[in-house]
């Protein structure tokens, strides 16, 4: 079930909202960004995501095709969101587990993990070692 969350960048100065399914996949590539980064993404689509404060403390990252979005706070560098424009979906929002405020510990690790091939483009198959994702 769909329940509206706050997220946020470790500074506090970017504040998103976001209408999440905690009881659905999440999503850990081992591509180069999210491995570097540890991005763990729960998505929303555009209806469903705004940035609530913050906005001008963006800044954002784009590498590759540039189809998706990595937005990161100017201040402490915390990458609260991303954004992806071609997609199974098409376009949506990844917001950041790890920034999502009022979670505790133990519901984060009840949430289900879908591993992606991202550095080999395999985004339909989980890479052959996933622990360290």
Not at 50 to 64: A, M, P
Not at 94 to 117: F, H, Q, R, T
Request: glycine fraction near 8%; hydrophobic fraction near 35%; charge should be neutral.
């Amino acid at each position: 079930m769909k329940k509206t969350y706050r997220a946020s960048c470790h500074c506090g100065s970017v504040v998103v909202e976001a209408a999440l399914d905690l009881s659905e996949p999440s999503f850990r590539c081992n591509c180069s960004i999210c491995r570097r980064t540890r991005f763990w993404p729960s998505v929303a689509t555009p209806d469903e995501f705004r940035i609530v404060s913050g906005e001008n403390e963006l800044t954002k990252y784009e590498f590759g095709s540039k189809k998706n979005h990595h937005f990161f706070c100017k201040q402490c560098g915390v990458r609260v969101f991303g954004k992806g424009n071609e997609t199974p979906i098409g376009v949506m929002y990844g917001v950041n587990l790890g920034c999502v405020e009022g979670v505790s510990e133990e519901d984060l690790a009840k949430i289900p993990i879908v591993y992606v091939d991202g550095i080999h483009d395999r985004w339909s198959e989980a890479p052959a070692v996933t622990k360290h994702l």
